[in-house]
């Protein structure tokens, strides 16, 4: 089964993964940045729903992470009905969607670069 997520555009120090062919774009979305996101340094985001396919799912995820923003700590993600990848740009889990236990070593993690615990509910 193919996985769904979404890419932050602003996240992305090399944009140009946007139009690798192994990720299809479902839809785009602005939304304004509110104190909450904690990036003020934007005043927007570019959110992108994207579709990866089963077999291909780790080479993006792996293609993800050299693109994203060195300079601040993000993170991409996208599931299936079993699997999340969480894509940060110095490590990817593959998490089982049942496995609270992996999801916390995810959390945990996001926490140590300081990423707000609120974006880290992964597993709601």
């Not at 979404?6 to 785009?28: F, G, P, R, V």
């Not at 934007?42 to 729903?49: A, E, F, I, P, R």
């Not at 993006?60 to 060195?70: N, R, T």
């Not at 699997?83 to 993690?109: G, M, N, P, T």
Request: overall charge neutral; glycine content about 2%.
């Amino acid at each position: 089964m193919d996985f769904k997520g979404i890419i932050i555009e602003e996240s992305l120090k090399d944009k140009s993964i946007l139009k690798d062919s192994l990720i299809k774009i479902l839809k785009t979305d602005t939304e304004k940045v509110i104190s909450e996101h904690h990036t003020p340094w934007l005043k927007k985001w570019t959110l992108h729903t994207i579709e990866v396919r089963e077999d291909r799912a780790l080479d993006i995820a792996e293609k993800i992470a050299k693109a994203l923003d060195k300079e601040h700590n993000w993170y991409a993600d996208y599931k299936n009905d079993e699997y999340h990848f969480i894509i940060f740009k110095s490590k990817i889990f593959c998490v089982k969607l049942d496995s609270k236990r992996e999801y916390e070593a995810v959390k945990k993690y996001g926490l140590k670069l300081g990423i707000p615990e609120h974006q880290l509910d992964f597993d709601k």
